[in-house]
Nanobody
Framework: ELRVTESGGGSAQAGGSLRLSCALS????????VAWFRQTPGKEREGIAT????????TYSASVPGRFNISQDNAKKTLYLQMNSLKPEDTAMYYC???????????????WGQGTQVNVSS
């Protein structure tokens, strides 16, 4: 079993930056994939980026080309989502999720955090 806890949300102005953190605990094997998703009211949860814990390989959604970066610390217990050049449309609840059986941008991961809110003002 895995546990996932997000932090780092808050408010920023358009053009600014925020870094979200995702703390992992539990059965931390290298075959864990971690992903960031976001959701706004009335819309489906959208996948933003994934990182495979073992080799650090990443994938990104076409909706955030070059603005967001997913990474992990050396212990591979904390994952980050660095968000640059923020836009008002990036306002959403951001979720971190983990799974050992999938590594893609679809929101069917097994383990989820509680979410952290990001608000971007113009």
């Amino acid at each position: 079993e895995l546990r996932v806890t997000e932090s780092g949300g808050g408010s920023a102005q358009a053009g600014g930056s925020l870094r979200l953190s995702c703390a992992l605990s539990g059965d931390l094997h290298d075959n864990v994939c971690v992903a960031w998703f976001r959701q706004t009211p009335g819309k489906e949860r959208e996948g933003i980026a994934t990182i495979y814990r073992g080799d650090g390989s990443t994938t990104y959604s076409a909706s955030v080309p070059g603005r967001f970066n997913i990474s992990q610390d050396n212990a591979k217990k904390t994952l980050y989502l660095q968000m640059n050049s923020l836009k008002p449309e990036d306002t959403a609840m951001y979720y971190c999720a983990a799974d050992t059986a999938r590594c893609w941008l679809r929101p069917d991961f097994k383990y989820w955090g509680q979410g952290t809110q990001v608000n971007v003002s113009s």
